[in-house]
């Protein structure tokens, strides 16, 4: 399809968000747009790489890789010839808290897609070369960034604040893991998630609300009906205070920062992003941007910003500078944090922290698909089927009194979770350790903190 049919209706036509009652309970979310000669479709079930098993991360991650690699009696190149044929566009992925499905086609090719969409999420095989393949697909994906600064570098910050819990173990799995992933363990996951009351939908395009009911009703009549989710517990980032330096031989530091931040339903949330947004999530106008690149040039790029999981609400950023400037930049970034916290914004940077949000949230519904997912996050959220309509009221009556007490919770001492990857130097107090796998990780040096 060109890129032409995935215009999406005016944010005006979103506010105009139907409810689509469906059998044994289920509803979608549906933007009708008959002016867009396409139908994007989103689907979500709860759960995610959190539901992996302990000792086996990544079960969740290869299932849902495997769901378009054939199903029912189709294998994996007739089910995706027969998607080329009819011009559908179908996908799976996962991340911590869901699995999820996106669909593009054209609308004379509905029935067709919800068809194949329906056989992959109820019927998937789970063939063993399929199984093969795709894992050492991702195998090699994983060998290709386990010594990526970056990547590394994330990977290490979620398992020291997340130590014992689902969201510290790696929800690509490890190469090992992949490699033990066998029919079973992938059939387990999805009786276990792909289910009829696990299930979230979002449509938007040229469909009826009653054609939508007829092929939702037929998506769900071969889904297991009950999901089996293992209980996640609600927690805060362990480690704040702390700095792991994992040592590479690259000329550059990668470095994540973070601490807790407000889950998405918290009521100071929508106060605690404007905060953010002024720190460090506005880009250009951002505070941290301001002094850590423009007035300091110690980095090309510095960003913040709020990552509220199901489980855990996170402050999160980012910075890649010299090695000999990372002490400098992590000291000029929690002085920049303690001053939100301690004086919070000025009348300037609220005004236009506010108008930029408020303009530039109808960016998130420039295309179907762009809609269609929003339409299943706000589910996912459950914030409510007219949180499109109120959202820009929700920031434009936040105040300077508002973004200081958010600030004061969400930054209190500015103390932060630091992993640095490289060879950085100013960050005294650090617990240093070399890369899994790199030389120095087979060599029985002691290492101590630079700087």
Same mark, same amino acid.
């Given at each position: 399809m060109s890129s032409a049919s995935t215009a999406a209706a005016p944010q005006a036509h979103v506010t105009r968000i139907q409810r689509v009652a469906a059998s044994h309970g289920a509803e979608a979310w549906l933007v009708e747009e008959n002016t867009v000669p396409v139908v994007a479709v989103e689907v979500a079930f709860r759960g995610g790489s959190a539901q992996d098993p302990a000792e086996l991360p990544g079960v969740v991650g290869l299932m849902a890789a495997l769901l378009d690699e054939g199903a029912g009696e189709l294998r994996a190149e007739t089910f995706q010839e027969t998607l080329e044929e009819k011009a559908i566009e179908l996908s799976f992925s996962s991340n911590r808290d869901a699995v999820t499905a996106s669909l593009r086609t054209l609308p004379e090719n509905l029935d067709e897609a919800f068809g194949l969409l329906s056989l992959a999420l109820s @019927?998937?095989?789970? %063939?063993?070369?399929?199984?093969?393949?795709?894992g050492s697909q991702l195998s090699a994906q994983l060998r290709r960034d386990a010594l990526d600064p970056e990547d590394l570098a994330g990977r290490t910050f979620f398992a020291e604040a997340f130590p014992g819990h689902p969201y510290g173990r790696p929800p690509r799995g490890t190469v090992e893991s992949l490699a033990a992933i066998g029919r079973q363990e992938l059939l387990g996951a999805h009786r276990r998630l792909i289910t009829r009351d696990n299930i979230v939908i979002g449509a938007v395009g040229a469909v009826s609300p009653e054609r939508l009911a007829g092929l939702?009703? @037929?998506?769900?009549? %071969?889904?297991?009906?009950?999901?089996?989710?293992i209980a996640v517990p609600t927690v805060a980032p362990a480690a704040i205070g702390r700095t792991e330096i994992v040592t590479l031989d690259v000329p550059q530091t990668s470095i994540v920062f973070g601490r807790s931040g407000p889950l998405r339903n918290d009521d100071d949330f929508i106060p605690a992003y404007v905060a953010n947004h002024i720190l460090g999530g506005g880009s250009f106008s951002s505070r941290l941007f301001t002094e850590v690149r423009?007035?300091?040039?110690l980095a090309y790029s510095v960003y913040s910003y709020l990552s509220p999981y199901d489980h855990?609400?996170?402050f999160l950023g980012g910075v890649a500078t010299r090695n000999d400037r990372a002490g400098q930049s992590i000291d000029l970034i929690q002085a920049e944090i303690r001053r939100m916290a301690t004086e919070g914004p000025t009348p300037k940077e609220l005004d236009g922290a506010r108008k930029y949000l408020i303009g530039s949230y109808a960016l998130r519904f420039d295309t179907s698909t762009k809609i269609a997912n929003q339409l299943v996050h706000l589910q996912l959220d459950e914030l409510g089927i007219d949180y499109v309509a109120r959202r820009n009221d929700l920031v434009a009556a936040v105040t300077e009194d508002d973004v200081r007490a958010a600030a004061r919770k969400l930054f209190g001492d500015g103390e932060l979770l630091v992993v640095a990857v490289g060879q950085p130097t100013g960050l005294p107090g650090a617990r240093v350790r070399p890369a899994p796998?790199?030389?120095?990780?087979?060599a029985p040096a002691i290492v101590t903190a630079r700087g």
């Open positions: @019927r998937p095989r789970f %063939d063993d070369d399929a199984v093969e393949r795709i939702v009703d @037929r998506l769900l009549a %071969d889904l297991p009906e009950a999901a089996s989710l423009e007035k300091r040039g855990a609400g996170m796998g790199s030389a120095e990780s087979h």
